[in-house]
């Protein structure tokens, strides 16, 4: 676990601000779709489609070893 937390905060390092909070208020803080978009102030859809983005960077840096 410890090294997973590692590899999330290197890889939330490697985000623009909204990416960045995004992951904070969903996947740290455990925030739901809906309170996460009202503290984004943004759609829930526009919300949805930014954490497929943000998953699938997720996925892909994990696979790729943490590598750029």
């Known amino acids: ?3 997973f937390r590692e590899d999330l905060r290197r890889f939330a390092e490697r985000l ?3 990416m960045r909070r995004l992951l904070e208020l969903r996947f ?3 925030l739901t779709q809906m309170e996460t978009a009202a503290e984004m102030k943004v759609p829930r859809s526009t919300l949805e489609d930014r ?3 943000l998953k699938k960077q997720l996925r892909a840096y994990l696979l790729d ?4």
């Open 1 to 3: 676990v410890r090294a």
């Open 16 to 18: 623009t601000g909204d």
């Open 28 to 30: 740290l803080m455990g």
């Open 51 to 53: 954490e497929h983005a």
């Open 65 to 68: 070893g943490g590598e750029p």
